[in-house]
């Protein structure tokens, strides 16, 4: 009996020790579980907190980008600014050297230095191509006697300016000094039709239509010679050349056998001449108008005689004999004599 109690005593402290061993485990492991739990929620609230702080990190990323960007684009511009600003004074200076140029080129062109003037003239263009230092530098080019660059700088106006009356007229004159007369007629043409769209002070009509007159004259083209002097003498009644005007007509005339018109042509020159020498003083200029009155006159009587004016004729000789006499022109004297002589 003994052993037994003995048996059952140590069968249940084994029992109270396992149980005890399974309460300990189950306590020691209960407690990692807890701390999962717990270790879970910090861990989800830190990555929600990472997150937050990546997300802000990026959002100010990209804020900051775009205001670099944007600077960037501020900074652009302000440098394209100012690149337009230099342009811009870049054009001034070029323009305020152009207008320098130009002013020289005129000061050497009045003085007669052409060649200084040509080069000025082409500063000038270099740094502003405009339609008056093409003009000038083409009037310089017709001075010097270089009529073929003449007529490219007022080509180069006039393809820019088809109203340009002067530069029509100057490159007329340039064709006429390379004998193309009917390109000069042509230029002179459309200089009148450009000064009546755009009048300008620089040409006048009467040099207009007494110059393309004589190109007419030159043509034999006698009815358009005709009309031109008749316009011209009615634009420049006060022009110091107007008696040309009437012996240019007077001429015209003559070669169309309108001899009495002719006739009253050369008596308004001689009237002109008579006119205008009272208030010239240069002796030489007084001599040279004395000689073209002496000569209208001849021209004059020599007409008279073919419509059979005799005595019209003998007077008109005898004006220029006397004419001859006070300029001592022994030669015309003789000459005069012997005609007048043959007046019967």
Not at 62 to 79: S, V
Not at 126 to 145: C, H, V
Not at 201 to 224: C, G, I, M
Request: with cysteine; aromatic share 8%.
């Amino acid at each position: 009996m003994p052993k037994k109690k003995s048996v059952a005593r140590t069968q249940k402290v084994s029992v109270k020790k396992v149980a005890a061993r399974v309460n300990k485990t189950t306590r020691t492991n209960a407690m990692p579980v807890a701390a999962a739990k717990t270790a879970a929620k910090t861990s989800g609230f830190l990555l929600g907190l990472y997150w937050v702080i990546i997300v802000v990190f990026v959002s100010t990323t990209c804020y900051l980008l775009g205001i670099y960007d944007h600077k960037k684009t501020i900074q652009a511009a302000a440098k394209a600014a100012d690149n337009v600003q230099i342009i811009e004074e870049t054009s001034a200076e070029s323009t305020r050297a152009a207008n320098e140029y130009l002013k020289a080129g005129q000061d050497k062109l009045i003085n007669g230095d052409t060649d200084a003037a040509i080069q000025a003239f082409g500063a000038a263009i270099s740094r502003a191509p405009t339609e008056l230092a093409y003009t000038y530098r083409g009037e310089a080019y017709l001075q010097s006697g270089n009529y073929p660059a003449a007529i490219n700088d007022f080509d180069a106006v006039i393809a820019n300016n088809s109203n340009s009356s002067v530069a029509f007229y100057d490159r007329a004159l340039a064709n006429i000094k390379l004998e193309n007369l009917d390109v000069a007629k042509n230029d002179l043409t459309n200089a009148l039709a450009a000064y009546q769209i755009n009048p300008i002070t620089a040409v006048n009509l009467h040099d207009l239509y007494s110059k393309r007159a004589q190109l007419s004259l030159w043509l034999k083209q006698w009815s358009d010679a005709v009309a031109d002097y008749t316009s011209a003498i009615a634009e420049g009644t006060k022009e110091a050349s107007a008696w040309e005007d009437y012996t240019g007509r007077a001429e015209a005339r003559t070669n169309m056998g309108d001899y009495q018109n002719a006739v009253s042509d050369y008596v308004s020159a001689i009237t002109v001449i008579s006119e205008q020498i009272q208030n010239v003083r240069d002796e030489s200029a007084r001599e040279s108008m004395s000689r073209q009155a002496m000569g209208y006159f001849e021209k004059s009587g020599a007409l008279r005689v073919k419509m059979g004016q005799t005595d019209l004729a003998k007077a008109d000789l005898e004006a220029a004999y006397t004419l001859a006499l006070a300029l001592d022109d022994i030669e015309n004297l003789n000459r005069l004599q012997i005609l007048i002589s043959n007046i019967k």
